[in-house]
């Protein structure tokens, strides 16, 4: 089943994108795929995260914040100085894996379901950022991403395309041939047959949750280098796309099934909707509610398909 909804992800990407063809001369040229791959791998690398809790029955609701706490850590520790990149780059990576800890040891360790735990996670780093930025006016705020950055999108075929493919395929290695990953997938049908059969629940869930927090972050430098700084409410859109592309992308919200090459092409699919809408002068509300509808459709198609098999 896994397979087929990946085929079916995959099938609505070239459809979408034949649509806009056809109607829009130059919806599918090099350059137009180009600007809509590299804004479908932000969405990309926040997926990948997201997939990853989902997978196990979770959900991460702090991605927003962590993405920005991230992106003003970045531009604010490196000061736009190429020397001081790695540390900076390293400090934000930190604050997303510190989080997705937190948020691994509340939903594991003390029980706290994953809705609450990240959603109050979110508001402490909301919180913390607005604090320590002062709501953005600090001296160190107005700083711009090192320039290194800024070069990942320059040139007809990106670094940051390259990045992505790079998550795609350590996401690909990690859950299909290493044991980690079979116990990912244990945990998502069933924690206590899981448990029973000697995996680490516990520990399973820690590490997935860690591991969103660092694609968020890792999300938050990359949309800082594109932009160039940080601004506040950066990652607010990011949380209801990266629930889609992986509704989308066909990974059962129940967990235990899918893959990211279907989150990938749920990406693209949202990206490509997004930028079709936008040539037909949809206005912002017309496109939320397509997106929602889209979102419920694919839902009801999966629920009748299981029920089916």
Same mark, same amino acid.
């Given at each position: /089943?896994?397979?087929?909804?990946? *085929? &079916?992800?995959?099938?609505?990407?070239?459809?979408?994108?034949?649509?806009?063809?056809?109607?829009?001369?130059?919806?599918?040229?090099?350059?137009?795929?180009?600007?809509?791959?590299?804004?479908?791998?932000?969405?990309?690398?926040?997926?990948?995260?997201?997939?990853?809790?989902?997978?196990?029955?979770?959900?991460?609701?702090?991605?927003?914040?962590?993405?920005?706490?991230? @992106?003003?850590?970045?531009?604010?520790?490196?000061?736009?100085?190429?020397?001081?990149?790695?540390?900076?780059?390293?400090? #934000?990576?930190?604050?997303?894996?510190?989080?997705?800890?937190?948020?691994?040891?509340?939903?594991?360790?003390?029980?706290?379901?994953?809705?609450? /735990?990240?959603?109050?996670?979110?508001?402490? /780093?909301?919180?913390?950022?607005? !604090?320590?930025?002062?709501?953005?006016?600090?001296?160190?705020?107005?700083?711009?991403?090192?320039?290194?950055?800024?070069?990942?999108?320059?040139?007809?075929?990106?670094?940051?395309?390259?990045?992505?493919?790079?998550? !795609?395929?350590?996401?690909?290695? *990690?859950?299909?041939?290493?044991?980690?990953?079979?116990?990912?997938?244990?945990?998502?049908?069933?924690?206590?047959?899981?448990?029973?059969?000697?995996?680490?629940?516990?520990?399973?869930?820690? @590490?997935?949750?860690?591991?969103?927090?660092?694609?968020?972050?890792? #999300?938050?430098?990359?949309?800082?280098?594109?932009?160039?700084?940080?601004?506040?409410?950066?990652?607010?859109?990011?949380?209801?796309?990266?629930? @889609?592309?992986?509704?989308?992308?066909? $990974?059962?919200?129940?967990?235990?099934?899918?893959?990211?090459?279907?989150?990938?092409?749920?990406?693209?699919?949202?990206?490509?909707?997004?930028?079709?809408?936008?040539?037909?002068?949809?206005?912002? &509300?017309?496109? *939320?509610?397509?997106?929602?509808? $889209?979102? *419920?459709?694919?839902?009801?198609?999966?629920?009748?398909?299981? @029920?089916?098999?």
């Amino acid at each position: /089943m896994s397979t087929r909804r990946v *085929l &079916y992800a995959l099938a609505g990407t070239v459809a979408v994108l034949l649509i806009g063809a056809i109607l829009h001369p130059g919806f599918a040229s090099w350059s137009s795929l180009r600007v809509m791959l590299v804004v479908a791998s932000f969405t990309g690398f926040v997926a990948a995260g997201q997939m990853l809790v989902v997978l196990v029955g979770g959900i991460d609701l702090s991605i927003p914040w962590v993405l920005n706490g991230a @992106a003003i850590v970045l531009t604010t520790s490196s000061l736009g100085q190429t020397s001081r990149a790695p540390l900076a780059i390293v400090l #934000a990576l930190g604050v997303g894996a510190l989080v997705g800890l937190g948020n691994g040891m509340g939903v594991a360790w003390l029980g706290v379901p994953a809705v609450v /735990m990240t959603l109050g996670m979110n508001g402490v /780093m909301q919180g913390l950022t607005l !604090g320590l930025s002062k709501g953005l006016t600090c001296a160190s705020c107005g700083s711009y991403a090192p320039a290194p950055l800024r070069g990942l999108f320059d040139g007809a075929l990106p670094a940051q395309l390259f990045l992505w493919a790079g998550v !795609g395929l350590f996401m690909t290695v *990690l859950l299909t041939l290493t044991t980690f990953g079979r116990r990912v997938y244990a945990v998502g049908v069933n924690p206590r047959a899981a448990f029973l059969s000697g995996v680490g629940v516990r520990g399973v869930t820690v @590490a997935l949750y860690t591991l969103s927090g660092v694609f968020a972050a890792l #999300a938050g430098i990359a949309l800082v280098a594109y932009g160039g700084q940080p601004s506040l409410g950066l990652g607010d859109p990011y949380l209801f796309e990266s629930i @889609a592309a992986v509704v989308v992308g066909g $990974v059962s919200i129940l967990g235990g099934r899918g893959h990211y090459l279907g989150v990938i092409a749920g990406s693209l699919t949202l990206v490509a909707v997004t930028t079709f809408l936008q040539a037909q002068r949809v206005p912002e &509300y017309g496109r *939320l509610m397509i997106y929602g509808l $889209v979102i *419920l459709t694919i839902l009801f198609a999966y629920g009748r398909e299981k @029920a089916h098999d």
